[in-house]
Nanobody, 126 residues
Framework: QLQLVESGGGLVQPGGSLRLSCAAS????????IGWFRQAPGKEREGVSC????????KYADAVKDRFTISRDNAKNTVYLQMNSLKAEDTAVYYC???????????????????WGQGTQVTVSS
């Protein structure tokens, strides 16, 4: 059973940066498309970014495009989300999720993801 653990969240000032990590155990991430999602208080969960198995052709929500970068290191069984130029509206609990897909499948934030982490809090405030 694949387990995902997010880390790297915290309190940061507007304009600052954070790097979130999503570490997997109980299986290898090589077989999975990975997505990052977030949920702010009182709001529905939304997709942030996703990456295909090979690490290319990442997708981003419009709200984070050009500020966030998703990457993966399959050798370390870890996926990252580099978040720059953070804004107050980025405050949320961030989750990573995995869905097993064929090798050359594109990623899609609308997939029904099979495995989810417990989330890490990101707070952007002065």
């Amino acid at each position: 059973q694949l387990q995902l653990v997010e880390s790297g969240g915290g309190l940061v000032q507007p304009g600052g940066s954070l790097r979130l990590s999503c570490a997997a155990s109980g299986g290898t991430l090589d077989y999975f498309v990975i997505g990052w999602f977030r949920q702010a208080p009182g709001k529905e969960r939304e997709g942030v970014s996703c990456v295909r198995r090979s690490g290319g052709s990442a997708k981003y929500a419009d709200a984070v495009k050009d500020r966030f970068t998703i990457s993966r290191d399959n050798a370390k069984n870890t996926v990252y989300l580099q978040m720059n130029s953070l804004k107050a509206e980025d405050t949320a609990v961030y989750y990573c999720a995995a869905r097993r897909r064929p090798l050359f499948s594109q990623c899609d934030l609308n997939y029904d993801y099979d495995y989810w982490g417990q989330g890490t809090q990101v707070t952007v405030s002065s």
